[in-house]
T-cell receptor
Framework: DTGVSQDPRHKITKRGQNVTFRCDPISEHNRLYWYRQTLGQGPEFLTYFQNEAQLEKSRLLSDRFSAERPKGSFSTLEIQRTEQGDSAMYLC??????????????FGSGTRLTVV | AQKITQTQPGMFVQEKEAVTLDCTYDTSDPSYGLFWYKQPSSGEMIFLIYQGSYDQQNATEGRYSLNFQKARKSANLVISASQLGDSAMYFCAMREGRGGATNKLIFGTGTLLAVQP
């Protein structure tokens, strides 16, 4: 098991463009989470999936953001019409429901987005 | 509302010495979990240690220990025998509930630790 993988590691885009990030969780993990981390801050929760169902979304997740996990495996996070304020590190994490209470999540290395 | 507070933006420690990173939390839920993560410059969040609200003893994991003072709502991380590789950002986080329906973590703003040779 190679852990949680995120692709790409870095993305530079022009304001107004759409971007899509991918997260591959640990294969047996049924929960998948997206977080956003801006400079000097801790990660902020965006959304999470249990299997393919999106069970919770933060108010931080505006209409320009959409996340999917179509087959309960990998997930994508799309940002439409990017703005400079979207520049951040986007972290993905996964967990097993019954282990989350003790071990939290396994995080990926993140995708760093820069909107110019 | 649940909240995590880390009041130390940055800390210096000499190699081989111990260091304490402070964390206080606020929650009205009697069941919660407290976590510490390490984030090196590569960006990955590395799990260090966990303390459940009902755990009777302070958690320990190798050189990491958690000084859990429930009445004061504090969960300080103690790193013993600091190593140069410990230089990183450290985040305290809290999860309310027993890991069931609500599973998201709330993070503090972090403490940047620099270990000096």
């Amino acid at each position: 098991d190679t852990g949680v993988s995120q692709d790409p590691r870095h993305k530079i885009t022009k304001r107004g463009q759409n971007v899509t990030f991918r997260c591959d969780p640990i294969s047996e993990h049924n929960r998948l989470y997206w977080y956003r981390q801006t400079l000097g801050q801790g990660p902020e929760f965006l959304t999470y999936f249990q299997n393919e169902a999106q069970l919770e979304k933060s108010r931080l997740l505006s209409d320009r953001f959409s996340a999917e996990r179509p087959k309960g495996s990998f997930s994508t996070l799309e940002i439409q019409r990017t703005e400079q304020g979207d520049s951040a590190m986007y972290l993905c994490a996964s967990s097993l429901t019954d282990r989350a209470s003790n071990y939290g999540y396994t995080f990926g290395s993140g995708t760093r987005l820069t909107v110019v | 509302a649940q909240k995590i507070t880390q009041t130390q933006p940055g800390m210096f420690v000499q190699e081989k010495e111990a260091v304490t990173l402070d964390c206080t939390y606020d929650t009205s839920d009697p069941s919660y979990g407290l976590f510490w993560y390490k984030q090196p410059s590569s960006g990955e969040m590395i799990f260090l240690i966990y303390q459940g609200s009902y755990d009777q003893q302070n958690a320990t994991e190798g050189r990491y220990s958690l000084n859990f003072q429930k009445a004061r709502k504090s969960a300080n991380l103690v790193i013993s025998a600091s190593q140069l590789g410990d230089s990183a950002m450290y985040f305290c986080a809290m999860r309310e509930g027993r890991g069931g329906a609500t599973n998201k973590l709330i993070f503090g703003t972090g403490t940047l630790l620099a270990v000096q040779p």
